[in-house]
């Protein structure tokens, strides 16, 4: 039998604690969000989901349990093992500096380095909000180190690790829709980058926003701050491939064809030639085969038939473990591609049917969600009966938004 994990326990606790029946907390959760939400009766499934470990609270169903019970998200979800295994690795950091007899030293710096990489090849896999929870440790420590004794190489060493973890933490905060703190992480992340003289962090600091600009739906914007992007990007850095896909998704959302197909040319070439990385689940390491996920996705956006070839081979690959480590989120993103793309074959039976697995596998993220709900829009406005249960499962495993989330398509 498997072990009942510890958030799941006080949730159950505190709900105890307080008197309260399942139906009780999900009136209050109701009340707590301060808009419309799910039936209680599909409220109570999620409770008992949730207390019984079968699932982890996604982030608003997260934040309204904090907001019932009046406990900090650390306080209440927090896994002691993981605190536990991340200060051993903070404390292994520091006993190293120590005995170097340096405030902060090549060691130190090296196995700080080494974190940084191992929190970007993290990203695919893991939670934004448990993400977040470890890059904030690491940018601590590099705030201590900072305050330290250090020559001039050490400083912009520093730096730059400081700059990749801002930009790292200004991403989660993006995947959760948390726009202020992000907007915060990416100046910070922005500043270090200046000061260290690092143009790839830099570049990277805009292609983000273009990113988050893309979600939003102001296309415009993500075109200029994508280009703008490849302008101060090194030609031989990942950031520069990065831009310039973000360009061609953001063309492919205005409907110009034409500019579309240019970039994916120009992504073709850049691409060709490269090997593939050490770590090509590194998030700020271009992987040649996420090319034909960012094609995949930029034609069924454009409404290319060709984009159901891709999203299927794409999806192969991301689930074979031939190719490498499984990547489970880009997996679901790339069954909503798959599902846009058949909406645009006019197989919207299939697309209903994809866009379920995707929904299901519990891994959107809220920066996500609207991708799904264009999906389900176009499945309805072909008539298929299918509509009414996508909707349904919708709001139950995602429904617990802000108004603006729950717009069809990206907030305009």
């Not at 030639?273 to 960012?294: F, G």
């Not at 034609?299 to 190719?323: F, I």
């Not at 969600?369 to 389900?376: D, G, H, L």
């Amino acid at each position: 039998m498997s072990k009942v994990p510890a958030w799941s326990r006080r949730l159950r606790a505190e709900r105890t604690r307080h008197g309260w029946s399942q139906r009780d907390l999900a009136v209050r959760l109701a009340t707590a969000a301060g808009r419309p939400f799910p039936e209680p009766a599909s409220v109570v499934r999620r409770i008992r989901d949730h207390e019984s470990g079968k699932h982890r609270p996604d982030d608003e169903y997260a934040e309204l349990y904090c907001r019932v019970y009046g406990l900090s998200e650390h306080a209440l979800f927090n896994d002691p093992a993981d605190d536990a295994d991340l200060g051993d690795e903070i404390d292994a950091m520091e006993l190293a500096r120590r005995a170097a007899a340096s405030d902060v030293g090549r060691e130190t710096l090296d196995r700080l380095e080494l974190a940084v990489d191992d929190l970007a090849s993290a990203y695919p896999t893991t939670h934004p909000v448990q993400l977040l929870g470890r890059t904030r440790r690491h940018l601590e420590y590099v705030a201590r180190l900072l305050d330290g004794r250090k020559t001039i190489a050490e400083h912009r060493r520093l730096l730059v690790a400081g700059g990749w973890l801002s930009l790292l933490a200004a991403t989660c905060h993006i995947d959760l829709r948390q726009y202020a703190p992000a907007a915060a992480r990416l100046r910070t992340a922005a500043q270090l980058a200046d000061h260290a003289g690092h143009a790839e962090v830099a570049a990277w600091c805009i292609e983000t926003r273009a990113w988050q600009a893309l979600s939003d739906g102001d296309y415009p914007q993500a075109v200029s701050l994508s280009q703008a992007a490849q302008s101060l990007a090194p030609r031989d850095g990942s950031a520069f491939i990065q831009a310039t896909a973000q360009e061609g998704r953001a063309w492919a959302r205005l409907g110009e064809g034409a500019e579309t197909r240019a970039v994916l040319h120009r992504i073709e070439r850049l691409v060709s030639p490269l090997p593939v990385p050490d770590r090509p689940e590194h998030h700020y390491r271009y992987d040649p085969a996420k090319s034909d996920t960012y094609t995949a996705t930029t034609l069924s956006w454009v409404g290319d038939p060709a984009a159901v070839t891709y999203a299927r081979q794409v999806l192969t690959r991301l689930e074979d473990p031939d190719y490498g480590v499984p990547r489970p989120r880009r997996a679901a993103l790339a069954r909503l591609d798959l599902a846009l793309a058949l909406l645009a074959a006019d197989e919207p039976g299939e697309a209903g049917y994809v866009a379920l697995q995707a929904m299901t596998t519990r891994l959107l993220v809220p920066s996500n969600y609207w991708r799904a709900k264009e999906v389900i829009v176009g499945v309805a406005q072909h008539g298929v009966s299918q509509a009414d249960e996508l909707r349904e499962v919708y709001e139950e495993l995602y429904g617990a938004q802000s108004p603006a989330q729950r717009q069809i398509g990206p907030a305009s």
